[in-house]
T-cell receptor, first 113, second 113 residues
Framework: KQEVTQIPAALSVPEGENLVLNCSFT??????LQWFRQDPGKGLTSLLL?????REQTSGRLNASLDKSSGRSTLYIAASQPGDSATYLCAPPKGGATNKLIFGTGTLLAVQP | DAGITQSPRHKVTETGTPVTLRCHQT?????MYWYRQDPGHGLRLIHYSYGVKDTDKGEVSDGYSVSRSKTEDFLLTLESATSSQTSVYFC????????????FGPGTRLLVL
């Protein structure tokens, strides 16, 4: 059974800091992993989908890494801005070749101006 | 943003009444999903569809049924609503290949009294 843990649960940083959000999962038989952000009262926005063959995926100031063997993924945010304040969710698939995503409970990020 | 709409956006109903939520997409994507989001549980998959009239159960399917008679519409029905089904419901879509990025709708807030 896939279980997902995100650490820390909440994080507050001053603007301009680089930061790392962590995600661990128990079933490493996955082909990819997705990161999303969710603003309060809104739906989810896809940030990055990283394939197991890639190890890293970048989009602007965001960089995601994936280490299947250790069951870990990290999301690196460079030069944080107040607009980055949101909840960040990690979602590997249930296991194997499936579209059924299992979500962590997220990291609530607050970037102080 | 992916063309996904959900209706209604807010609904209050009473225990024991039937409720149908609608998800409509304009992207012609093959896969459609229904999730619920609750504090402390994160997002959990209820049902998903991999084509017209093709559906499968997710983690928390008890008490819910779905139908997909057209590519663009995916309906979620609570046959007899209970207070435990008070939640925020999200629809998502993804493309023709397995394990592509999932795009989420804005959500429906359902309160069952």
């Amino acid at each position: 059974k896939q279980e997902v843990t995100q650490i820390p649960a909440a994080l507050s940083v001053p603007e301009g800091e680089n930061l790392v959000l962590n995600c661990s999962f128990t079933d490493s038989a996955i082909y990819n992993l997705q990161w999303f952000r969710q603003d309060p009262g809104k739906g989810l926005t896809s940030l990055l989908l990283i394939q197991s063959s890639q190890r890293e995926q970048t989009s602007g100031r965001l960089n995601a890494s994936l280490d299947k063997s250790s069951g870990r993924s990290t999301l690196y945010i460079a030069a944080s801005q107040p607009g980055d304040s949101a909840t960040y969710l990690c979602a590997p698939p249930k296991g194997g070749a499936t579209n059924k995503l299992i979500f962590g409970t997220g990291t609530l990020l607050a970037v102080q101006p | 943003d992916a063309g996904i709409t959900q209706s209604p956006r807010h609904k209050v109903t009473e225990t024991g009444t039937p409720v149908t939520l609608r998800c409509h997409q304009t992207e012609n994507h093959r896969y459609m999903y229904w999730y619920r989001q609750d504090p402390g549980h994160g997002l959990r998959l209820i049902h998903y569809s991999y084509g017209v009239k093709d559906t499968d159960k997710g983690e928390v399917s008890d008490g819910y049924s779905v139908s997909r008679s057209k590519t663009e519409d995916f309906l979620l029905t609570l046959e007899s609503a209970t207070s435990s089904q008070t939640s925020v419901y999200f629809c998502a879509i993804s493309g023709t290949q397995q394990q592509e990025t999932q795009y989420f709708g804005p959500g429906t807030r359902l309160l069952v009294l």
